[in-house]
């Protein structure tokens, strides 16, 4: 899978070459989420077998395809889903998701992921990743998952980087998914 987190422009950390990284395929974009989703929640209750399960919690949008719902179910983890408004693009802004964060941290739960999508199956909205990256700093175990299934593909244009954010993905993604064959969008 290396030659694919080369062809995209993803950090050395995702190669499996790093010792650190390291990707696998799945059949669908939802399997990759569940999979990135049973990481993170091994991860931390590794560090945290004290909290809970039912304290965690995984944070989707409005836009957001519904495989983050649909992990959450089959996981038993509740799932917050955020609103994202036209005037931002349907995407996630960085105050959305620190709000909801807060408001969770404060009524004792916990959480364990989100997922940033990279152009939305209804929309093709990009969420506001630079944003989000900001805000996860302030809570280190948050996992980000990137749903790029739609637009990642575009990745491998190096002229459609920036505005994919791929700088940012790369600093601070825990894991990240998209399906090559949506690339050409070709009409059915």
Not at 138 to 145: A, G, K, S, T
Request: aromatic share 6%; glycine share 6%.
């Amino acid at each position: 899978m290396d030659w694919a987190c080369r062809l995209l422009g993803l950090s050395e950390d995702f190669l499996n070459a790093s010792g650190l990284g390291g990707g696998v395929m799945q059949a669908t974009a939802s399997e990759s989420l569940l999979v990135a989703i049973v990481a993170a929640r091994s991860l931390y209750r590794r560090n945290h077998p004290e909290v809970p399960v039912e304290k965690l919690v995984i944070y989707v949008t409005t836009q957001t395809h519904s495989l983050g719902v649909k992990a959450g179910l089959i996981l038993d983890i509740p799932v917050r889903v955020l609103e994202v408004e036209a005037d931002d693009d349907y995407s996630l802004r960085g105050e959305t998701l620190r709000a909801a964060l807060e408001e969770d941290t404060k009524n004792g739960l916990v959480p364990l992921v989100v997922v940033a999508t990279v152009g939305t199956t209804n929309t093709g909205a990009i969420d506001n990743i630079p944003e989000i990256q900001t805000v996860v700093k302030d809570y280190p175990e948050l996992w980000v998952h990137i749903d790029a299934a739609w637009a990642g593909s575009a990745l491998a244009c190096p002229e459609l980087r920036e505005k994919l954010h791929l700088d940012s993905i790369n600093e601070f993604a825990d894991s990240f998914c998209t399906n090559f064959h949506k690339g050409p969008t070709p009409p059915y």
